[in-house]
């Protein structure tokens, strides 16, 4: 058939979608429910094996670098929410993270036990999205309502921490705004046992060694250590490649030096093996958690780095010193300026590798900021590993990868 | 006299700056401090020339020249262990130097040391692909070509990734404004309505915290109500505000009309 474009409708270039031989050509997307957001697929199909696939990414960009360019260093966290939305805080702190060092300060301890808390509790979440939808995609529509009932519970743990649920903004440039609310820890202990009981008696028992389950995923979506490390793949899919690889572990920042966890590696090379991994990477979360908490309690209570110049002062001091104030107006109005040079500071987010490069040139604006996002790698993996499956595959490797779209197009 | 804005940068900026500010600079120190980087250092400069080369916050930055670029990747991936290529893309100094500053962040798994290897090419001039080394180039280059503008040479697919293919200019150059330029704001309208509707439709908003003044189907200022849609642009009257005596409560007066009030 000829397509009819009109201007609402392009023509597709050079695409026909119904050929002669018994090649076809299927636009999947960009309004897609198994596409988790905006992905278009173009994917030349050979009866149902798929022979071609081309991800068409850029339907959620916001220019978000560009806004960097263009606002104070304190003006922008706000903005990094939006990256990784089912993750916010982990974005939050990579951000603040990599202009700390750019600054040369730390954390004071209890604002970095309130992070790390905080970052692992956003990797249950964004964890329990992913198996919730996973399941979804693959057509367990249970496990979905079971998870996403334990992640309103996490969610309202955050909510009582920074009053939001999804766009967190939780973290500042040197510290935490506010510290733990009254009971939260205990709350906090209730939500993890909770936690573990469901995910070892609800989803593991409902996923793991369901017949379906295991035929739909086990050699599917099969990504070898070789290519994961040639594309950039970095947190579960790498792990799940067989190359043990945590940025907490190699490249400690935060407390994460001094805790006891492991980091679960499959040699599976597939999208089993991943969801094994996310399942043991919460039981690892839990028990970074449970670790924390003794810190959290020995700690002093300062919560802001002590850096006159680029922090404000507390608020109390604010309220009663003239000087503080004095700093405070100039850092409200004029914006920190660091001093000049560039930083390259990775962290582990929950989908892997989330680094940000800031080049400064000790203005109050960055002059180039480049969020360094592993979605964006693990979408550009597609068109490799989708050649040689079959259509039914498409969308478990979609989930499986854990492809968040906020981050992707930025 | 219109005050003077320089055009080569239209970024943010201070509106603030004091002329005996000197902004300091992050430290940088000696490659020699690090065995790991002065041996890696070592190896890359008997086979290219490094222009500058320091440690900057724990990562190794060195400078060469664009077409020694692939040499240095192999170098680093196949002898050093260099395995991932995290990160490629640009930065715009075309105001100061007419250049653009390409960096390629380097990942060594097994001894968890990252590098970035630097180089500066001319506006205009093409750099070659990283793509037969590591695929993440793949995207990352398309990137910097969608976003500045950077030709990659024996990339498979040189496009723009992130702006539609038509798309006119690129966005993270110095001289884009952060609204869109003006093709951006006929961008849409083109598209839906098709250019000999321009004039019908006007420019499109680009700017969310625009307001205009005369507008009264989409904005209303409290105390000048006027009907939805009536034309405002020789004034409208002002309407007083009146306020329902029964709810609320004085609270200047003494506290027994509160009381009346329970």
């Not at chain 1, 404000?312 to 604010?318: L, N, R, V």
């Not at chain 1, 604006?365 to 498409?394: N, W």
Request: aromatic share 10%; hydrophobic share 40%; charged share 25%.
């Amino acid at each position: 058939m000829m397509q009819q474009p009109n201007k609402l409708v392009p023509f597709f270039e050079n695409l026909n979608f119904e050929r002669d031989d018994n090649t076809m050509v299927v636009n999947f997307g960009p309004q897609h429910p198994s596409a988790h957001g905006q992905l278009r697929l173009m994917l030349e199909l050979e009866g149902e094996k798929v022979i071609k696939a081309y991800p068409d990414i850029g339907y959620l960009h916001r220019g978000i670098e560009k806004m960097a360019e263009n606002m104070t260093y304190n003006e922008f966290l706000p903005t990094t929410d939006r990256l990784d939305y089912i993750a916010s805080t982990a974005n939050n702190y990579a951000y603040a993270l990599a202009v700390e060092k750019l600054l040369g300060i730390e954390a004071p301890r209890r604002a970095q036990a309130i992070r790390t808390m905080l970052l692992e509790l956003n990797r249950i979440i964004s964890h329990l999205f992913f198996i919730a939808t996973h399941a979804l995609d693959v057509g367990a529509m249970s496990v979905f309502l079971y998870a996403f009932r334990e992640r309103e519970f996490a969610m309202d743990l955050m909510e009582d921490y920074c009053g939001a649920r999804l766009t967190h903004s939780s973290v500042r440039i040197g510290g935490v705004p506010l510290d733990l609310p009254e009971g939260w820890l205990a709350q906090m202990m209730a939500f993890l046992e909770k936690m573990e009981y469901e995910l070892e008696h609800t989803y593991e028992a409902l996923l793991t060694e369901n017949r379906i389950w295991k035929m739909r995923l086990e050699d599917v979506g099969v990504i070898d250590a070789e290519d994961a490390l040639s594309w950039g793949c970095t947190g579960p899919i790498l792990r799940g490649a067989g190359v043990q690889y945590d940025v907490r572990k190699e490249e400690p920042y935060e407390l994460y030096g001094e805790l006891d966890f492991d980091v679960p590696v499959s040699d599976r090379n597939d999208a089993y093996g991943r969801y094994m991994l996310h399942v043991e990477e919460m039981r690892q979360s839990a028990r970074i958690i449970r670790q924390v908490m003794p810190i959290y309690r020995k700690s002093e209570p300062q919560l802001m780095a002590h850096a006159p110049q680029y922090i404000s002062a507390p608020k109390e001091e604010i309220m009663t010193q003239n000087y503080a104030l004095m700093q405070h107006f100039v850092l409200v109005t004029q914006g920190m300026r660091p001093p000049k040079g560039e930083v390259y500071v990775p962290t582990e987010s929950p989908k892997g590798e989330l680094g940000f490069y800031i080049k400064s040139e000790g203005e109050p604006y960055a002059y180039r900021l480049k969020c360094r996002a592993p979605s964006f790698y693990h979408t550009g993996i597609l068109q490799k590993v989708l050649v040689g499956t079959y259509l039914a595959d498409v969308v478990t490797m979609i989930s499986s990868s854990n492809i968040v779209f906020g981050e992707v197009d930025r | 006299m219109r005050k003077y804005t320089p055009k080569d940068n239209v970024q943010g900026k201070a509106y603030y700056t004091d002329r005996f500010w000197v902004a300091p600079s992050v430290p940088r120190s000696d490659v020699s401090e690090d065995a790991h980087f002065a041996a890696l250092l070592e190896k890359i400069k008997e086979s290219v020339a490094v222009k500058e080369s320091y440690i900057q916050i724990g990562q190794m930055v060195v400078h060469i020249h664009p077409k020694d670029n692939i040499a240095v990747l192999r170098l680093v991936k196949e002898q050093c262990d260099y395995a991932m290529c995290t990160e490629i893309s640009a930065v715009d100094y075309l105001a100061q130097d007419g250049e653009f500053e390409i960096f390629y962040q380097m990942l060594n798994l097994k001894k968890a040391k990252r590098i970035r290897i630097v180089t500066r090419i001319k506006e205009g001039q093409a750099i070659e692909s990283a793509v037969p080394l590591f695929n993440s180039a793949n995207f990352a280059e398309r990137e910097m070509y969608d976003m500045f503008g950077i030709v990659a040479n024996n990339h498979p697919f040189m496009k723009r990734i992130l702006m539609p293919d038509d798309w006119e200019g690129h966005p993270l150059r110095k001289t884009y404004p952060l609204q869109g330029d003006e093709a951006a704001s006929w961008y849409e309208v083109d598209k839906i309505f098709g250019k000999e509707n321009r004039e019908a439709i006007g420019p499109e908003n680009r700017d969310p915290a625009r307001i205009d003044r005369y507008d009264t189907k989409r904005f209303s200022r409290v105390g000048y109500e006027v009907p939805f849609g009536a034309d405002i642009s020789a004034g409208e009257q002002k309407t007083e505000i009146a306020y329902s005596d029964t709810l609320l409560a004085n609270y200047n007066k003494s506290s027994k009309q509160l009381d009346e009030r329970r």
